[in-house]
């Protein structure tokens, strides 16, 4: 947050009315917070003020300082302590350990990745939930170093040791820290830090985040109840031993005939019970769920994002006869769906990045799979060894939604309807020939009736050009975007889709790279285009994020914006309105 310059907006100081107010937040805000621990932080008698900063990126923050010290960030509705008001009261939030050499890499504007945390103590590990507010102190002080918000909960972190765990907010040594308007800030030297010794009932046995106990709860008429503790993995992995699978209808036997049982025999009852596709949605979507993992979960490449789930893989598994839609079943998300097959040790999901959800690996000797038995599909036949040729973007197009300023004009279409300029310009023309509002004094005019004059911001019975009258209803109607993917899935964005940009950057030693940005947007596959550009310029190419980017961009030794935009153009059909600078670049020489 306080990694680049930022600029200050003002200066004012708390009245003692204020100051209480102040405190009262911390209090209601920060549950381990007391009336002793606040008045350290902020004392009745001391010099307060609030500080309002502008960030660079735009973002404006409160500050609030006492006798010189920054002790609270405002930000929206929320508080976060700093690294100093941590010092004076270090329970406020869950601590963790990092290793030493991470927190100047944290005050560089780099994210806490999972590795530089140390779990030696899993079992008194703090309990927090994704989202939340954490602390971070090295294994040499216990001086809380950096201050930032979790990405991923602790059961995660203690599940999965990879991936970014933590955002970091305030960080010392950071601009704020090095300020001239406070005192000069120095991190003291506390002992070595070590996790709580009251662990919380959650972590307090680590065996819970293994799923044996749902597989004894879930499966019980399906696995043999004789299990040997070694066969019980010690990682939570979906990834099961095969079981023995017997009949349901399968009667009681003596031990000696039960050995002599076949683990692959299933009874003809079974069979049919299990061939029988379920009516009801909540059944259907675990049904297609199933036979997706029973026909491509030992090829499917992973891991795979959940919408693509859905729509490329769930969908085409559905009969003919059915129509699947989560909507109308009781988990209304798929989210909340794959949670629950989670639960039952069908699959693992994890986010990948921050919002995006991906499926990360699948059971496949689960043994509900043993028993089911997909349908052939004609429309669904998996091709485990195809190879896509290259990447294949959507086809782009510009749609306009209706909003409640214009509804009245387009009924009875309803208010979110997505219609194209085209589309736009017809309801017009039909609207204005069966009123007569065309101007007989001025050729491609028309005059304004009542709801035409309010839509356009003018009187009533002015006259005003076709274009005008255009470009004013396309104003009040939300600009979307629609993607026709090459597997015949579309998708309608309700804004309008950023256009891909190309830069050309300086790095150390006056070398030149092109960063090409909002690739993913447009259906391109990064380590595809990467691969492409590398062979098709000769230099050395990859995937990075510079600091200001929200996404990843392609990057390429070199001045490539002539290559990049004719292939992007040429082979891959791609309209020069959604690449910026497009005509400069393919003039340029090679």
């Known amino acids: 947050m306080f990694g680049k310059a930022y600029k200050l907006k003002s200066n004012n100081t708390l009245k003692n009315s204020e100051k209480k107010h102040l405190a009262q937040r911390i209090l209601n805000e920060f549950p381990t917070a007391t009336d002793e621990k606040i008045r350290e932080l902020v004392p009745v008698k001391s010099n307060s003020s609030c500080m309002k900063l502008i960030l660079h990126s735009g973002e404006t923050v409160g500050v609030y300082v006492v006798d010189g010290v920054p002790v609270m960030i405002e930000t929206g509705d929320i508080l976060v302590p700093t690294t100093c008001a941590l010092w004076k009261v270090p329970d406020l939030l869950p601590t963790l350990i990092i290793h030493s050499p991470v927190l100047p890499k944290l005050a560089g504007g780099a994210p806490l990745y999972a590795p530089g945390v140390n779990l030696a103590d899993p079992v008194k590990f703090p309990c927090y939930q994704r989202g939340a507010l954490i602390a971070a102190a090295t294994v040499d002080n216990g001086a809380v170093g950096a201050v930032g918000q979790a990405t991923i909960s602790s059961s995660d972190l203690l599940r999965t040791n990879m991936g970014v765990c933590m955002e970091p907010l305030q960080v010392f040594g950071d601009l704020l820290c090095k300020d001239p308007k406070f005192a000069k800030l120095e991190r003291p030297k506390f002992q070595p830090p070590a996790y709580s010794n009251e662990p919380d009932d959650i972590t307090t046995n680590i065996a819970q985040l293994t799923i044996q106990k749902p597989i004894k709860e879930e499966w019980p008429s399906l696995v043999r109840e004789e299990t040997k503790p070694s066969d019980i993995a010690s990682t939570p992995s979906p990834v099961l031993n095969e079981p023995t699978i017997i009949s349901e209808q399968e009667p009681v036997v003596e031990k000696n005939e039960e050995s002599e049982l076949d683990n692959s025999v299933i009874t003809d009852n079974s069979l049919m019970n299990e061939n029988s ?314």
Request: with cysteine; hydrophobic share 35%; net charge positive.
């Open 277 to 590: 596709i379920p009516t009801d949605m909540d059944e259907l979507l675990k049904w297609c769920l199933l036979s997706f993992i029973k026909l491509e979960g030992k090829n499917i490449q992973l891991p795979l994002k959940t919408n693509l789930l859905y729509k490329n893989h769930l969908i085409p598994l559905c009969p003919p006869d059915r129509t699947l839609d989560v909507k109308k079943s009781t988990y209304k998300k798929m989210g909340k769906f794959l949670e629950a097959m989670q639960q039952e040790g069908l699959l693992e999901v994890r986010e990948i990045e921050k919002g995006v959800s991906a499926l990360v690996g699948v059971a496949c000797a689960h043994p509900l799979l043993k028993a089911h038995r997909p349908h052939p599909h004609p429309h669904h036949q998996p091709q485990p060894h195809q190879r896509s040729d290259g990447p294949s973007p959507p086809l782009v197009r510009d749609l306009y939604c209706i909003t409640a300023n214009v509804a009245e004009l387009f009924a009875p279409l309803r208010k979110g309807t997505a219609l194209s300029a085209a589309e736009v310009r017809s309801t017009l023309t039909e609207y204005v020939k069966a009123r007569g509002l065309n101007s007989a004094q001025q050729r491609g005019a028309l005059s304004l009736d009542p709801l035409l004059a309010k839509v356009a911001g003018q009187q009533e019975h002015e006259t005003i050009k076709w274009e005008g009258l255009m470009n004013a209803v396309l104003n009040k109607m939300t600009p979307s975007t629609e993607l026709q993917y090459s597997d015949g899935t579309v998708k309608i964005i309700k804004s309008k889709l950023e256009p891909i940009k190309m830069q050309v950057a300086t790095r150390s030693g006056n070398k030149k790279v092109t960063l090409v940005s909002n690739l993913e947007s447009y259906g391109f596959n990064l380590l595809e285009m990467s691969k492409m550009c590398q062979h098709g310029v000769a230099a050395s190419c990859g995937v990075t994020r510079t600091p200001g980017a929200k996404h990843d961009q392609l990057m390429v030794q070199g001045d490539q914006t002539h290559f990049i935009a004719k292939l992007l153009i040429e082979k891959y059909g791609l309209p020069k309105k959604y690449l910026e600078g497009a005509d400069k670049a393919l003039n340029k020489k090679k």
